[in-house]
């Protein structure tokens, strides 16, 4: 496949219709201006939605209205400048090698920034220097190293309309080549985003007034034509040069993707021109093959991020990714987020990892020796994309030649391999070519940038090693000229010397000047010699004046040409890199497997989840060893729903989230932190976990939480896996279990859905006698005179108290508080502690004391009850059903209703 090709000169801008909401706008030339003001206007002009670095000499520089936002957001000087005349203008300006970090800072600001180069040697220009925007750097456009992650891809994300509640996404990361294109429902445009986490939207203009939640990137608009099917199937076939788009595995229904990917490759024609070159034909995701994950899945299983950056305790809290991620290159890491991001749900496919990470984990010498072959192969992916985008400089390709080199061991210790995984890695292509190119044309250890003289290595061009001669043998040379000069004139003090306004001279004292040769040509007169060239000497001189400078444009010519081979290779090595990146992931999974003692899930196609001593893949890292308490769960045909209560820091939230992982680490290929597992695949898995800092998100906690509730109970199906932690909590009490035991009998008699419902409405635990196919667990404490210990044991069975007071003493509540707390409840309990306990309370050798909520839903009034059994209501007339009616209701009314207040959580 032919990579897309940038234009040679860039019109795109001027092409497009002027529309402001898209960045453009008509030139609006001042007559006053000097040319340097008009030729700034017309730059910004262009780029009205960007901050234009406009190169003057040595400083990339800031007028009007960007002088004074750049000098606010950076912290500059706000100085001002002269334009013709009176009149001056704000000007702000950065040192041009400080350049990266200011765009850096701009970039994580969220703004833009329109580099404007001087595009022609001062020196030649005829009046002002041309200037021109080379490139736009944007958050979504980033090839700079400093301003990308090593281990997440930077993905820049166009969305299309596709019709009937449908989007078209299209994403491309520059500094990867990668470019996907998928088709999703509206609904799941959000969990889309999440795993994509883009970091700048391309949208159409029409879009505009479109509401956003918060935290979504920048966002970039482009007119509506860019995004039609047609026009931008005319883009794409242009820049990927192919006649036509079926050859990536496009069908007829698929214009809404092509529609995106081609605004989305005209917009980074417009910004990065030359990164286009490196861009690999588009991958196409068909749905289906993934497992989607919610947004509140991923931060609540904190697979990727923190729910909350800092645990409180000054260390930071480590997500999935932290403890699993054993890859050795930043490849393989971006490459293990992405397997994280996208489970898997073809049984086969999951299988077929297992069988490769089972490999890798039982033959250690194999892994062994990949693993220090991959040690050294670094991001041969990033590499490839830096070399087809012609940015590669010669300690990239150093690099790259050193990644190469490990090649070979990587296939040596792939021989015999069974897994089909492996197999096909075992096929890769080594490049040999390529590393000859590179090993026989680079230096060793090359200088940061050609030019000067360190880059090319000897004996690879004649020419440059001619110069070289010339250059490293002037101090023989002078040294021979000298002893030659000496003996021919007989003058034994003659020096053979060099300034720089003169160049090399015969410096000769003034006593023995009458003896100098006729053809000594005088050049310079000291107080006590004379200085003279000679014709011999001013040839020799031309030559070595001028190496140096030849060298260096000769050496930039070659290592641009010897970039150039490398590049017309960029798809082989970028097919190499995937292959090299699977097998880190897979051989970091084995490793993962052997450090933490993982073992391998039965993963079927069933219902029943089975996990034996199961542990939580990151707390466990977090104590030592030994000390995490592994627990059992099993969700069957016979229980699909365990409702877990349990004093708050039992461990209910680790349990629930460790049966999360777990699944999750299944469906990627991995080994479980698990005794022993049976797991099926899930189409999802949904959590919602009660977190307090959604207030940041503007909405009540009640709302998100209903909204994520709803979103559950509307997407959620037999095959899904759903927890819930504390859900009802935002709101008062009575509401609060009302909605939590709604939810549960939905999830029981209509979804079907494997369910774990942590929740300290002990309420709940009644469920059990209603609903055939619910369980009740708990996380066990022992209790110790006024203390508790927490055992994180899961036992069958309902808690029975909340132990909120003795947490709240073990946080550091004063000592009068927590008294002053048990009297109450004392109190509380002395009220109502002859009421009957709920149908709930199955909860093994549950102490007699242990009466501290009264049920809402209590078994009805006896009397009530035995009084509507003896009604013949075939012989009732209307009146007397009435009567009948509000009688049993005043019974049951009798019954105080109450339960205990909110003992909170964590
Ligand atoms: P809850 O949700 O019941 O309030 P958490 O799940 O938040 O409790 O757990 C509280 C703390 O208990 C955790 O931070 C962890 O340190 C510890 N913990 C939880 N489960 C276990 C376990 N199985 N073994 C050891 N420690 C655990
Ligand atoms: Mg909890």
Redesign the pocket.
Known sequence: MTPPQGEVKRTRALVLPPDPRCGYRAVMPKSDDTPLMQQWRDAKSRHPDALVFFRVGDFYEMFCEDAEEGARLLGLTLTSRNNGGAAHVPLAGVPARARDEYIERLIRLGRRVAICEQVEDPAEAKGIVRREVTETVTPGALLADTLLADRRNNFLVALSDAGAGRLAIAAADISTGEVIALEVAETALEAELARLEPAELLLPVSWEGREWPAGTPVRTLRPDWLFEADAAADELRRRYRVHGLAGFGFQPEDRACIGALGALVAYLAEVQPGALAALRAPHIERSGAAMALDEMTRRNLELVEPLRADTGRGSRAATLIDVIDETLTAMGGRLLRRWVLRPLLSPEQIWARQDAVAELLEDAPRRRSLRTALKEIRDLERLAAKVGAARAQPRDLDTLRAALERLPAVRDALVDVRAPLLTAIASLDTLGDVHALLAGGLADAPEAAAGGGGVIRDGYDAALDELRALRDGAQDTIAQLQSQERTRTGISSLKVGYNKVFGYFIEVTRANADRVPADYERKQTLANAERYVTPELKAWEQKVLTAEERIASLEVRLFTELRQQVAERTVRLQQTADHVADLDVLCALAHLAERRDYVRPEVHTGYALEIRAG??PV??T??PRE?????DVVLDEEQRIMILT?????????????VGLIQLLAQIGSFVPAGRARLPVCDRIFTRVGASDDLVRGQSTFMVEMHETAAILHNATRASLVLL??IGRGTATYDGVSIAWAVTEHLHETTGAKTIF?THYHELTQLSELLGALVNFN?AVREAGHDIV?L??LQPGGADRSYGIEVGRLAGLPASVVARAREILHELEGVHGGAGAGLGRTGAGAPPAARDQLSLFQQPEPAALERLRRLDVDRLTPIQALTILAELRDMVDATARRTTPDPG??
């Not at 000390?627 to 627990?631: E, G, M, V, W």
């Not at 039992?650 to 989230?657: E, F, I, N, Q, V």
């Open positions: 542990r939580h707390v466990e977090m104590m000390a995490f308490i592994p627990n349990g004093p708050n820091m039992a461990g209910k939230s680790t349990l629930l989230r460790q932690d504390e942590a996380v927490f994180h044991h959580n964590r």
